[in-house]
């Protein structure tokens, strides 16, 4: 099993910064993908910012030039750097990572098996 613990989230005012951390657990698992997303209060969840285990980024549009999607393979921890953040920033925002098909602990795992984090608010407003 993989676990995500997320942190950094918080209360900040319009045009201020936070940066979220997301740490995966689960030792011999090779994780493939990490992300965030976030689900604002009565919309879907939507996704924000992917990194590949390569470093390759995709952004939502609504946060390109603003936030940075950051990883360290060593510690399989990916990070979100949130510049100039706007009151539509606001949600829960989850971190996600899945994994390279394999055998892990005596159990087969698909390629793409994702595990998801409990989630950390932001909020911003004045």
């Known amino acids: 099993q993989v676990q995500l613990v997320e942190s950094g989230g918080g209360l900040v005012q319009p045009g201020g910064s936070l940066k979220l951390s997301c740490a995966a657990s689960?030792?011999?698992?090779?994780?493939?993908?990490m992300g965030w997303y976030r689900q604002a209060p009565g919309k879907q969840r939507e996704l924000v910012a992917t990194?590949?285990?390569?470093?390759?980024?995709n952004y939502v549009d609504s946060v390109k030039g603003r936030f940075t999607i950051s990883r360290d393979n060593a510690k399989n921890t990916v990070y979100l750097q949130m510049n100039s953040l706007k009151s539509e920033d606001t949600a829960v925002y989850y971190c996600n990572a899945d994994l390279y098909a394999g055998l892990y602990r005596g159990r087969f795992y698909p390629e793409g098996y994702a595990y998801w984090g409990q989630g950390t608010q932001v909020t911003v407003s004045s």
């Open positions: 990194i590949t285990s390569g470093g390759s980024r």
């Open positions: 689960g030792s011999g698992f090779r994780i493939r993908n």
